[in-house]
């Protein structure tokens, strides 16, 4: 009898071991925000093509990844996202203003003087963005910043 009691007491003992580290481990993973399909570069990321997962610690390893959907949503993927899978932080930008190619707007301002000419980008911008612009009448190369509008403006030194 007394063995039985000793059988049943180490049993749920160990069903008690067992219980905590499974709640143990399940307050230790992470749920982090993933495509629910995948998304091109370039593509712009939208509410429904996030979906959440949950990450044991060990298996997400050193990366930074993006942990709320907020950052994701409206944002630009810069390569392709697949399902599942979470999301590096350098893996989405903001959403670029002006086109590699675009031709675009470039005004120059100088104490009162404003000159507007235009130009083609060199490579895409957001708004902030520092870019190369080859201009349209002299083929020179500047570097402007995108403004919101869509706009260069020419900074000093170019």
């Known amino acids: 009898m007394l063995n039985r009691v000793g059988l049943i007491a180490r049993g749920l003992a160990a069903a008690l071991l067992l219980l ?5 481990a399940a307050a230790e993973e992470r749920r982090l925000p993933v495509p629910a399909v995948s ?16 990450f044991a610690p060990n298996l997400l390893g050193v990366a930074a990844f993006i942990e ?9 993927a810069r390569r392709a996202l697949l399902p599942g899978q979470p999301i590096p932080t350098n893996s ?3 959403p670029w203003t002006i086109a590699r ?19 083609s980008a ?11 612009v080859r201009n349209s009448d ?3 190369i500047i570097r402007g910043i995108v403004q919101p ?5 020419v900074v000093d030194g170019s």
């Open 20 to 24: 905590v580290s499974a709640q143990f």
């Open 149 to 153: 509008d869509g706009t260069v403006k």
């Open 138 to 140: 002299t083929g020179v």
């Open 68 to 76: 709320g959907r907020q950052a994701l949503v409206g944002r630009m």
């Open 122 to 132: 060199m490579q895409p911008g957001a708004a902030g963005a520092l870019i190369p």
């Open 101 to 119: 190619g675009a031709q675009v707007k470039v005004v120059v301002e100088d104490r009162g003087l404003s000159i507007v000419t235009y130009g």
């Open 92 to 94: 989405v930008e903001e």
């Open 39 to 54: 998304i091109r570069a370039g593509e712009l990321i939208k509410d429904d093509m996030i979906t959440e997962r949950s």
